[in-house]
């Protein structure tokens, strides 16, 4: 699968899913438990980008560079 399509449906994933729970979550109870699950929802998907795109980037130094 394309990386692209990859980021999308992790993306849409992250906002749809954890919004349509949160909506649920709100119409059966009262209080703050709705945002929780959005929240964590919101901040698995943050995780997931993390984990499977940036954490791979080698963002080291290297030697020899043209850099001063």
């Given at each position: 699968?394309?990386?692209?399509?990859?980021?999308?449906a992790?993306?849409?994933g992250?906002?749809?899913?954890?919004g349509v729970?949160?909506?649920?979550?709100?119409q059966?109870?009262?209080?703050?438990?709705?945002?929780?699950?959005?929240?964590g929802?919101?901040?698995?998907?943050?995780?997931?980008?993390?984990?499977?795109?940036?954490?791979?980037?080698?963002?080291?130094?290297?030697?020899?560079?043209?850099?001063?």
């Open positions: 699968m394309n990386d692209h399509v990859k980021l999308a992790v993306l849409a992250g906002v749809v899913l954890p729970a949160s909506y649920l979550v709100a059966s109870t009262t209080g703050l438990a709705d945002e929780a699950v959005w929240a929802g919101y901040g698995l998907m943050v995780l997931t980008v993390w984990y499977t795109w940036i954490r791979p980037l080698d963002l080291s130094r290297t030697e020899g560079g043209t850099e001063p």
